[in-house]
């Protein structure tokens, strides 16, 4: 005999008891993925109509989502190295690029070689950056060549002084000067030959001047290394020529002025006994500091000046044991420069 189920009685709440909701846990798939339309995951449209929940698209990937993926999938293993490739080459021609941008950004030995001088644009443009290797201004000067360097053969001039300059009243015999010169151009330039005027005319000094390797007519290339060779190859020969007996470095003046500034500091340093007087011009800290300030390009700038020759003249200048600078020539240079500037010669000696 079957028994039937006995129907099981419900159970009324009790007055004032709350009626408790029975509440119905619904798993969520994860925001960021999206089930197929269609697919065996997908729902009706009703089934999650009633739910708070909004569903987000998925953004398309990225071009470098998409690099990535290419790169972690192991199968694809020929086309992830040559996106390394690739990617190595153009990091490798944006290194050069800069490299060379920076280099020539600014040459620090804008030298002129003697047949192009007159012909350059900087002569056209004006008058005082042409070459005179004739000039009657400094008539008396005798032709000098100084072997330095294997393939570098180094031009100067040897000046004597007036004997009747002023710079000599009281004088029995000149002071000599050796004269460093700046990065451009070359000897024969003609505001600088109004200079060597001015200095064997008016202050009566024996003066001489040449040309770094690459410049004028000097032969090699020019490099911190060869210039501060051929600055001690003109040194050697200015003692032997003005002082044969003593060949002393305390009887010599040096002058230097901007890129020859440094020159002259790194001779100071190695001259025993020092200099009888420096003079510097235009000076600077460093020649890298000197380019670095006055380039204003936050990154060709740098780069530039991580290629320049170095020239470390406050490190050096503080090495010199002891400097002396002549404070007669100092009154002499700034008596004959006042007489002169009111001359015809004053728009070269201001450059």
Same mark, same amino acid.
């Given at each position: 005999m079957d028994v039937m189920p006995q129907p099981q009685p419900t159970q009324q709440p009790m007055v004032g008891q709350p009626q408790q909701q029975?509440? $119905?846990?619904? /798993?969520?798939?994860? $925001?960021? @993925?999206?089930?197929?339309?269609?697919?065996?995951?997908?729902? /009706?449209?009703?089934?999650? *109509?009633?739910?708070?929940?909004?569903n987000v698209a998925e953004p398309p990937?990225?071009?470098?989502?998409?690099?990535?993926?290419?790169?972690?999938?192991?199968?694809?293993?020929?086309?992830?190295?040559?996106?390394?490739? @690739?990617l190595a080459y153009l990091?490798?021609?944006l290194i050069i690029f800069i490299l060379i941008a920076g280099r020539m950004a600014a040459n620090p030995f804008p030298a002129v070689k003697s047949d192009t001088c007159n012909s350059s644009a900087a002569c056209k443009a004006n008058a005082v950056m042409c070459c005179d290797y004739d000039t009657t201004l400094v008539s008396e000067r005798e032709e000098v060549w100084l072997d330095v360097l294997p393939h570098t053969r180094i031009h100067g001039w040897w000046m004597p002084a007036c004997a009747d300059a002023a710079g000599n009243r009281g004088r029995s015999t000149p002071q000599t000067l050796l004269?460093?010169?700046?990065?451009?151009c070359n000897l024969a330039v003609n505001y600088r030959i109004a200079r060597y005027r001015f200095l064997t005319k008016e202050l009566g000094l024996n003066v001489f001047v040449?040309?770094?390797?690459?410049?004028?007519?000097?032969?090699?290339?020019?490099?911190?290394a060869s210039i501060l060779?051929?600055?001690?190859?003109?040194?050697?020969?200015?003692?032997?020529?003005?002082? /044969?007996?003593?060949?002393?470095? *305390?009887?010599?003046?040096v002058l230097g002025r901007s890129m020859?500034?440094?020159?002259?500091?790194?001779?100071?340093?190695?001259?025993?006994?020092?200099?009888?007087?420096?003079?510097?011009?235009?000076?600077?800290?460093?020649?890298?500091?000197?380019?670095?300030?006055? *380039?204003?390009? /936050? $990154?060709?700038?740098?780069?530039?000046?991580?290629?320049?020759?170095?020239?470390?003249?406050?490190?050096? $200048?503080?090495?010199?044991?002891?400097?002396?600078?002549?404070?007669s020539l100092c009154l002499s240079l700034a008596r004959a420069h006042a007489r002169?500037?009111?001359r015809a010669l004053s728009p070269f000696l201001s450059l």
């Open positions: 029975q509440q $119905i846990m619904i /798993p969520m798939p994860p $925001i960021c @993925v999206m089930p197929i339309n269609g697919g065996p995951n997908s729902e /009706p449209a009703d089934a999650s *109509a009633g739910r708070d929940v909004k990937p990225t071009s470098c989502a998409l690099v990535f993926r290419v790169l972690k999938d192991p199968r694809k293993l020929g086309a992830r190295a040559v996106c390394s490739l @690739v990091i490798g021609m004269y460093n010169h700046g990065s451009c040449y040309d770094y390797p690459g410049y004028g007519k000097s032969t090699g290339v020019a490099s911190e060779a051929s600055a001690r190859a003109a040194q050697a020969w200015v003692l032997e020529k003005a002082f /044969p007996e003593s060949q002393s470095t *305390a009887e010599l003046l020859g500034s440094g020159v002259a500091v790194a001779l100071s340093q190695e001259a025993v006994p020092p200099f009888k007087g420096l003079v510097l011009q235009s000076a600077f800290t460093t020649y890298r500091d000197a380019f670095l300030f006055g *380039a204003q390009m /936050p $990154i060709l700038g740098w780069v530039g000046a991580a290629t320049w020759p170095y020239f470390d003249s406050v490190r050096r $200048i503080a090495l010199v044991e002891s400097l002396s600078l002549s404070l002169t500037r009111a």
